[in-house]
């Protein structure tokens, strides 16, 4: 196990390459799934979910070539494939269960893992499981495994989600590319993520089109041989132009289309940061004084991304005046406050809502990561402490930020990452 050290305050000058999409590639590489013909998915971030991701489908039987530098996966897939994902495997990432939408639709059955709940919600996957019954899957749950066939090919149908949901709309996406007929998806999630998984699925010969939060995918018999390179990762990117407006500092942000974080970046821009949008690249430079934004709510996309919740939850802290933060999507994803709290933070929370005092003056503390971007809010918080901070438990960090600590190092943090001896 390794903890980070941080020395704060920090102010960060110089320039940051986002890396690819961790949310994007994941459905990308399970959708992989669905070809007979060699697929190359390019611009893989190196993080951990990526190998579990690429684990499972090897578990299954595709046959994965990575390049030197992990990112690029060369994929094809042998005419048997095993359709068996078992718990150890699905247990430590619940995307995980995006293969089962591909494994019914080219294969006809499928044995996985139920995901459990996590520390930020219980996370349900009854919209995923009702959407494939739907196209003609039948399934029963038994012994924590979900046991799923079908009758040969699946079939079109309209579907309405009862909830948006990035996960339900991915799977039931990835499927209806090889059901026969016509599929109407209504209520979709419209992540850029979702775009991106669309957009490479189409390249494979797929027949998928959009209108508002409706998708229409008429069903093809086969995809054909792909190269794919995945979107910017606009977590990271949202991250590290908080940790800009957070220090005060300057940050070009490259290989990234800023347009897809429009809503974080307006919000950004309230809080005092002066943005540049360029090509493939942002300029940004954060505030002496961080002005305070009062109310902020979470929503999905176009609204703001919970992704960004205890991110932004910092900035609040640091801001001249009182706010608070409405959390719309998973029901307990305020685990980073009490940590906070532990640096001086201010915050009380009633239900879905977080009241952040402002002016906070961080001094340095023992922390604890819970998940992944509650992580990276402690690192963040850490940055604009008085004194050393150390968090403990970075393997969550590691699940989703490609190298982060070489990043923050390269533009101004003292960090280090520890053994436990
Ligand atoms: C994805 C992202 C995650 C992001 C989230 C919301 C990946 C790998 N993960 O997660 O980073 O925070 O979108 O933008 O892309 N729900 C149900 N039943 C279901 C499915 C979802 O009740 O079958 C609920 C969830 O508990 C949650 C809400 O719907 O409250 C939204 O979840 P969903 O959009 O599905 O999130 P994920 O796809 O799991």
């Known amino acids: 196990m390794e903890k980070f050290s941080i020395e704060g305050p920090s102010k960060i000058r110089g320039e940051i390459k986002i890396s690819g999409s961790k949310n994007s590639s994941l459905p990308i590489l399970a959708a992989t799934l669905l070809f007979n013909k060699p697929v190359i998915i390019k611009n893989l971030p190196k993080v951990k979910d990526i190998n579990t991701m690429i684990s499972l489908l090897r578990s299954l039987g595709s046959k994965v070539i990575l390049s030197k530098d992990r990112r690029i996966a060369k994929i094809y897939n042998k005419k048997k494939i095993k359709t068996f994902a078992s718990y150890s495997l699905v247990k430590t990432m619940r995307g995980s269960i995006l293969v089962l939408g591909p494994l019914v639709a080219k294969y006809f059955q499928s044995k996985i893992s139920l995901p459990g709940g996590c520390l930020i919600g219980a996370r349900p996957i009854n919209y995923h499981l009702d ?8 399934y029963i749950l038994k012994d924590g495994y979900i046991l799923a066939k079908s009758k040969g090919k699946l079939k079109g149908a309209t579907i309405k989600f009862p909830k948006i949901s990035v996960g339900a709309t991915e799977n ?16 979709c999630a419209v992540e850029p993520e979702i775009k991106d998984l669309t957009n490479f699925l189409n390249l494979g010969g797929a027949n998928i089109t959009w209108k508002g939060r ?46 897809i974080i429009n809503t974080e970046l307006n919000l950004l821009k309230k809080f005092g940061a002066k943005i540049k949008i360029y090509k493939k690249k942002l300029s940004i430079k954060g505030p002496k004084n961080i002005k305070s934004v009062t109310n902020i709510k979470t929503g999905e996309y176009p609204g703001v991304a919970t992704d960004m919740q205890s991110q932004l939850m910092v900035l609040m802290c640091k801001a001249n005046g009182k706010s608070y933060i409405t959390e719309n999507i998973f029901e307990n994803r305020f685990m980073h406050v009490a940590e906070l709290r532990r640096l001086g933070a201010k915050i009380i929370i009633k239900k879905n809502k977080a009241f952040v005092e402002g002016n906070t003056k961080f001094i340095g503390a023992e922390l604890m990561s819970s998940d992944l971007r509650a ?22 960090l590691d699940r989703g930020y490609e190298n982060i600590e070489n990043k923050l190092k390269k533009i101004g943090v003292r960090i280090k990452r520890l053994n436990y001896e």
Not at 172 to 187: D, E, F, Q, V, W
Not at 219 to 239: C, F, Q
């Open 214 to 259: 409706t998708c229409k995918i008429v069903g093809v018999t086969t995809l054909n041989k792909t190269e794919y390179s995945v979107m910017s990762d606009r977590i990271e990117a949202g991250t590290f132009c908080v940790a800009a407006t957070i220090t005060g500092g300057n940050l070009d942000v490259l290989n990234f289309d800023a347009k």
């Open 172 to 187: 039931s996406i990835i499927a209806a590319c090889l059901a026969k007929g016509i599929t109407i998806l209504k209520n």
């Open 375 to 396: 992580s990276v809010s402690l690192v963040l918080a850490a940055m604009v402490s008085k004194g050393k901070s150390i968090i403990h438990r970075i393997y969550h």
């Open 131 to 138: 959407a494939l019954k739907k196209l003609g899957m039948d």
